[in-house]
């Protein structure tokens, strides 16, 4: 469904399509992962359904067999799907993305990448919408050989229709792909270009999203004025089947949208909601002149960060405790609470960089703010999420 970084589809999926990631593993390619869920049968099931009659009424001869054709050529159009994912996989290798799986399953098929760990740019964007367009290109392709292998078959014969099958799928399954809107390939490669434009892969997300469901509205509208317009009668099998595709293209580009706006939000999130200002307290430093700085940019008082003898951070001032000790001669030390796991991060820190540090550092409880090799800040990490939730 989805492009770089997680997964690319040849057809609309939602994000948590049934059936995904279980089944049949057939092997790896790319060093990950094919593999076929059961509820790939089902898919086969109703295609061959579907193309048995037609198969039957142009060759009424082949009797039971117009089963079996139909039944093959669910597993050629399968493999369609499969080249289909195997371009974007290989295209994602090309720019160095790691494939986590691929998967056939009842909405065609998906490539799930590993997560990048390069920062958003420019060249992620075009990386991304290259990704999306090849698979929807790879059919059409195959469309086309398609239609010049048909003229070396025997019209009507076995391999001509499954040589005809071969190409009108292809052909559709390219074309419907390359409409822009999320979740379909050319809704991702609609993403990209305005990541690119805006900067911000989500904004980029759900405005492909909106598409999405423009499109998805679009496919009942035409399954029903497309007949009338010729003046038939709307089919309600065909009806039925668009309205089906309609609706899960609907809820795919809504849960895109959905989980963009959240990220969103951590895009633009301002980080000096919870950073406050801090300063490194050696071990031995005299307490009370500690505690009488005040940061003069501010004028507030600043949290105290103690730093052990080899100067690390190890704790913080107990102000409270502090303020009420009589004598001169106290330190620092004398009056710390351990600081527990922290990661360390500059002082232009965004929200979703300091989210994918935490990553690496799941058990960190603060983040230190540095400038150079000054400590300028402070984060209390329990209290970062917390404003996230908020916000």
Known sequence: MACVPEQTSSTPAPADAPGASRGLRLGSVLGAPVLLAWSWFIAA???????????????????????????????????????????????????????????????????RFEPRTEPDSPRAAWVSFTISVIGPVVNLVLGGLGWLAMDAAVRGS???????????????????????????????????????????????????????????????????????????????????????????????????????????????????????????????APLATALEYADPGTGRRPLLVVLDRQGLPCGLVDRTAAGRATGADHRVHEFIRPLGPWIGAPADITAPHLLESLTHRPKAAFCLIMEGETLVGFIDLQEFFDELLAH
């Not at 369609?80 to 993305?97: N, P």
């Not at 911000?200 to 405005?207: K, N, V």
């Open 45 to 111: 099931g109703v295609i061959a359904v579907l193309i048995s009659p037609w198969v039957a009424r142009v060759r009424p001869d082949l009797g039971w067999m117009s089963w079996a054709v139909g039944v093959l050529f669910s597993v050629v159009l399968f493999g369609s799907v499969f080249l289909h994912e195997l371009a974007h996989g290989v295209t994602g290798r090309l720019f160095g993305y790691r494939v986590a799986a691929i998967e056939l399953n009842v909405w065609g098929g998906f490539t």
């Open 158 to 284: 076995v391999p001509w229709l499954l040589l005809f099958g071969f190409t009108f799928a292809n052909l559709v399954l390219g074309a419907i792909n390359l409409l822009p809107g999320i979740p379909l390939d050319g809704g991702w490669a609609l993403q990209a270009v305005f990541w690119r434009v805006t900067g911000s892969p989500y904004a980029g997300t759900i405005a492909a999203a909106w598409f999405g469901r423009i499109i998805a509205v679009g496919f009942v509208v035409g399954s029903l004025l497309l007949p009338l317009a010729q003046g038939q009668r709307p089919d309600l099998i065909t009806v039925g089947w668009t309205a089906v595709i309609a609706t899960m293209v609907w809820f795919s580009a809504s849960d895109a949208a959905k989980h963009a706006t959240q990220a969103r939000r951590v895009e633009t999130y301002e980080m000096s909601r919870v950073i406050q200002p801090a300063v490194a307290a050696s071990w031995d």
